[in-house]
Every structure is written in C-alpha cells, then in structure tokens.
C-alpha cells in the first residue's frame, strides 16, 4: 500500500541517472575492503529524524561490543534524502549503511546500483528471526521484473537478489483514543470496543459529550486513507479474505454492489455523524496533529502513527489503541494485522568496510538492537520478538505487537495486493468513499456501483 503516514512512497530518479551515479562512485576507488588500521567507523543515513536519534543511542551500546563506531546522519525531508543520495553517488560519497523505504525505494536503488546484493549475508537464520510476512521484503521478484516498464532498472537484475533487510514494520487500521476523552464519556478508557457498533456507540458517546471535540480524526484530504485504513479491514473482517477479494475480480458478480458489498458500504457510512469538523480538508499529518492537540477524541492510523504523535506531545500512556475492530455479524470475530516492512536497511555499493557494515544491519536487526531502537523511536521492529517484547521495547510498543499475533485466517494483509488490478489506483474508490461518507453525496448502493465502475475501468486498462 502507497499511503505510509503522508511521507508517502517515492521513487527515485529516472534509473539511467542513477546508474551514471553509480559508475562515477565506482570510479573513485572504493575497494571495499576494511579501513586500515585499528579505526573502524561505519556511516548511516536515514530519512527519519527520530530513528537517528534512536541509531545514535544504540551504536554506543554496539560500539561497546565490537569496537566499530556508527557515525548516524538525519536527512529530511524525503525529497532532499533522495536528492543527497543522488548527489552523494556521483561524488563518491555515500555512506556506508542507507535505512530507505521498503517494498519499493531499495528494490529501486538496488537495481540502479546504488544498494549491494546481500542475499548470501542474510542467512536462514537471520531470515528466522524476521516477522513472517516481511522476510521477503527487499527481494526483487519475477513478478516485478516482468511488471516494469521497458526503461526499468529492474530489466538489468536479477530475480532473488535483496538489497535491504526489514527493519521497521507495521499496521495501517489501528485506532488511537484520548482515554480522558472516553472517561469524560462515561466510558471504560483501559477496555477497547469489541466490535464495530461498539465503536460507533462510543464515537457516539464521545460526540454527545463534546460535539466539536469529540469525533473521529482522519486525513480524508488523501482521500484514500478512509478506504484503505477503516473500510478494507472492516470489509475483510465482515466478509472473510475469499469474499473480500472477489469485489475486486475482473468482471467480479460479487462486486462493491452486489447485496454484500453495499452492506459493507453501509457498515462504513455509519462514521458520518462523527467524523471531526473538517476532515475533508485535512492531511494525514495535519488530522494526527489535531488529534494530538484534543481537537478529536479517536484518530485512525498505523502502528507507526504512534511515534508521531510522541512527537506532538501525547504520552503513548494517556492512549487506548487497538485495531480497527470487527462487525458484530462479521465473519471473522477476531481481527489481527499481518505486518509489512515499513523501512530496509541497505548496504551501498562504495561501503569502505563492508563486512563491519554486514554486522551493523545484522545487529540492528537482532532482538536486542531492534529492541533499543524501538523503544526510544517508538517504531515497531521488524523482529519477531516474541515473550522478550515487552522487557525489549516497553509495556505500549509491546501491546501493539500483539494486534500481529491473531488468528492466521482473519489476518488483514495490506501489503496483498494479488487481487487488484496490476496498474490499482487508490485515489479512485478513495474519491469514492468520501463521497459516502462524510460528505453523504452517495448512498451505500450508489457507491457499490461507482466502485464496480472505477475496478472495471482498471482492469480494462491491464488488458
């Protein structure tokens, strides 16, 4: 899924000028090889300001361990991270160790050259302690080579190769509360709603309670947030994964309007009342900010969500957080998130001391370096930490994981997208939805087959 916390997914330049990046870099000397002498120091970027924080924090304990210093470098925004590791490859000067988007950003700088094939490094072992559904992540596919355009980069490389290691992961669908909003409310503010109509009649409490203050914030300016983050595990919960998946098949008979689909459709505009006053014309980062400042009493996001609004001032403590939760008559009674890779972490082609660069990402992808960087960045690992998450990352980050560890079969996967028509536009049944709801333009029915009509166009455009 495209739509990660407003910092969406970009891809980099065109791969020709990469690929000149690189064979510049290439020409500057580099061998690879160890620094000599004693000194052995590693260079980092990333484009998250609080995980450089975090990294600085954990190459002093990795540093006491194996004697290899880590030199940590914030570059934000995304746009100037890009622009600095383009610039960097035709100067020769690149880190060593790149934390870059995954699923797309490293499968892009790998096949350009700017990313090292680390297949053979990354071990069954080390692939084990991975969280299931992101141990492929970073792995150039068949299927996304044969799916790019002619001009791609991924033309030139081979499938198998990996060029990142998962390192963050997460959930979009996961609902936050100001528990003193829902005490306000005369609500339990330590016990999540069980069901969809229990989040509705708390919604309903809650905007009862302060009409102006006490709704549901989302950035439904990105109009697809409502869709992929409420409505798609809502619908999967409702459905089951088979039925949900036939509303977007070729030609589908089971589509959004079919009598099944507009129930689901229904289930959704139920939100209308309590959306907080301007939705419509708010960002991903301007609704969570809004939350956090109190100007709404539930805020919809992902597991990542939780880090921001750190940064915006709310104390994870004073929140009640849980999955997007199942209708009452749904066919799943338990819902859980199968996590995808957020960010990767990639070792560049110029790397001065590649097998210390190999230990680094090795080791800030083990329990205890994920774990230190997690706590402090308060961004889940990509480590499946098991019955140690809680004394690794703390009592919050711990509880989240567990919305990971539900029944396999009413698994919600956001990064499955099998389904969908190869050239999917979000923004489309996003419009869609927003037009239900808030804005209240269209009737369940009515965007059954406005839905049925953007999936046809779609697939019609594949061939």
């Known amino acids: 899924m495209d739509v990660a916390r407003g910092r969406i997914r970009r891809l980099l330049a065109p791969a020709l000028v990469l690929a000149a990046a690189v064979a510049a870099a290439g020409c500057a000397g580099d061998t690879g090889e160890p620094a000599r002498g004693g000194d052995r120091t590693l260079t980092m970027w990333t484009f998250k300001k609080s995980h450089a924080e975090a990294l600085t924090t954990a190459a002093a304990q990795f540093t006491k361990e194996t004697g290899i210093a880590v030199k940590v470098e914030a570059v934000t925004p995304d746009d100037v991270f890009v622009s600095k590791v383009q610039s960097a490859a035709q100067t020769g000067g690149l880190p060593d ?3 870059v988007h995954s699923g797309g950003e490293d499968l892009e700088m790998g096949a350009s050259g700017l ?3 680390i297949r053979d490094d990354v071990t069954d072992a080390w692939r084990q302690r991975l969280l299931p559904t992101t141990r492929e992540s970073g792995v150039l596919t068949r299927q996304r080579i044969d799916q790019a355009a002619a001009d791609s980069p991924f033309k030139n490389a081979t499938a198998g190769q990996r060029f990142s290691v998962p390192f963050t992961a997460g959930a979009f669908g996961i609902v936050y509360a100001h528990k003193d909003k829902l005490e306000a409310a005369g609500l339990d503010p330590d016990t999540p709603p069980k069901t969809w109509e229990d989040l509705l009649d708390a919604l309903k409490a809650t905007t009862a309670r302060d009409p102006r203050q006490g709704g549901l914030a989302l ?6 947030t409502g869709f992929n983050w409420i409505y798609q595990p809502l619908a999967h919960s409702y459905l089951g994964r088979d039925r949900f998946h036939a509303m977007w098949a070729k030609g589908a008979a089971q589509g959004f309007a079919s009598p099944e689909g507009v129930e689901t459709l229904e289930l959704y ?4 009342p309590y959306w907080m006053p301007g939705a419509t014309t708010l960002g991903i980062d301007e609704a969570d900010i809004a939350f956090a400042q109190g100007k709404a009493a539930f805020d919809v996001g992902g597991t990542f969500t939780l880090a921001f609004l750190a940064q915006n001032g709310v104390s994870p403590a004073t929140l009640l957080t849980f999955p997007v939760p199942p209708p009452a008559e749904g066919v799943n009674k338990e819902i859980s998130m199968s996590p995808l890779a957020l960010t990767g972490l990639g070792l560049t082609a110029t790397a001065k001391d590649r097998a210390a ?3 680094w990402i090795g080791w800030l992808t083990s329990p205890v370096g994920a774990g230190a960087v997690a706590r402090k960045s308060l961004d889940l690992p990509a480590i499946d930490l098991g019955a140690q ?3 690794l990352v703390g009592p919050d980050l711990a509880a989240m994981q567990k919305f990971f560890s539900g029944p396999p ?5 956001a990064a499955d ?4 028509p190869s050239d999917y536009d979000q923004v489309k049944p996003g419009d869609v939805m927003v037009r239900l709801s808030p804005l209240g333009e269209l009737t369940p029915g009515q965007a059954g087959a406005e839905l049925d009509k953007a999936m046809a166009s779609m697939w019609k455009a594949t061939g």
């Open 409 to 413: 079969a009413g698994a919600y996967d």
């Open 97 to 99: 160790v790149l934390e």
């Open 357 to 359: 660069a190999v230990r």
């Open 219 to 224: 950035g439904l300016k990105v109009s697809q």
């Open 269 to 272: 505009s139920r939100l209308t």
């Open 389 to 391: 998450a809680e004394s």
């Open 417 to 420: 997208v099998s389904f969908q």
């Open 115 to 117: 990313l090292q094939d």
